[in-house]
């Protein structure tokens, strides 16, 4: 009589291989374009200067430049000079007129400022004069000084004249103000180292 067999256990069904990660792919990295910094603008042409005691008289030249009116009858006389003595100071040039006066400057191009120092010349410091001096551009005062006597240091001037067309330099003595006794004279006054900058 055969003997049963028992039959082999099934084998267990194989589990199937888990699914790989989707992938993602690494990101490029971008590139900024290298920046061109803007051009750096030339600088201001820098300013063409004109010392006073060397212009020429209105009305003469090719109107580029400042040019001084004739004194009479429109102002008053000057005298350029080269070597001046302000309060026991030299100056190597610069314009001396007379207390009172005035002296009108045309321009005739665009200007920045307008320097100088400004004194009684130890010329005539025996007269011990007493003046003030002012600066005006067209017809509007920019500056004025205090009360400046014979022998005081020169004062400095600096007036700024963009947007004008004349500058004009006004001296007026100041009677009774003298150091000491006056002798009622006006003396001889400076516009040392007299310059005008204009573009």
């Known amino acids: 009589m055969p003997v049963p067999t028992t039959p082999p256990p099934p084998k267990p069904a194989q589990k199937p291989a888990p699914a790989p990660p989707p992938t993602t792919p690494a990101p490029t990295p971008s590139t900024t374009p290298p920046t ?29 430049r400042p040019t001084i009116r ?13 070597g001046l003595t302000v309060g026991g100071t030299s100056y190597s040039h610069g ?22 120092s400004a004194g009684v010349d130890d010329v005539t410091r025996v007269l011990r004069s007493a003046v003030r001096f002012s600066v005006y551009g067209d017809s509007t005062r920019l500056w004025t000084s205090d009360v400046v006597r014979s022998g005081d240091p020169a004062v400095p001037v600096h007036v700024g004249l963009a947007g004008y067309k004349t500058v004009r330099l006004v001296v007026t003595p100041v009677p009774g103000q003298e150091r000491g006794a006056g002798f009622g004279v006006a003396g001889l006054a400076d516009w040392a180292d007299a310059v005008i900058s204009c573009t």
């Open 95 to 116: 314009i001396s007129v007379p207390a009172p006066s005035s002296v009108t400057i045309d321009l005739n191009r665009a200007c920045v400022s307008y320097d100088a």
């Open 70 to 82: 004739p004194g009479f009858p429109a102002g008053s006389w000057w005298w350029n000079r080269w």
């Open 36 to 64: 061109t910094p803007p051009p750096t603008p030339p600088p201001p042409p820098a300013p063409v200067v004109y010392e006073v005691d060397s212009l020429g008289l209105s009305g003469t030249g090719d109107g580029t």
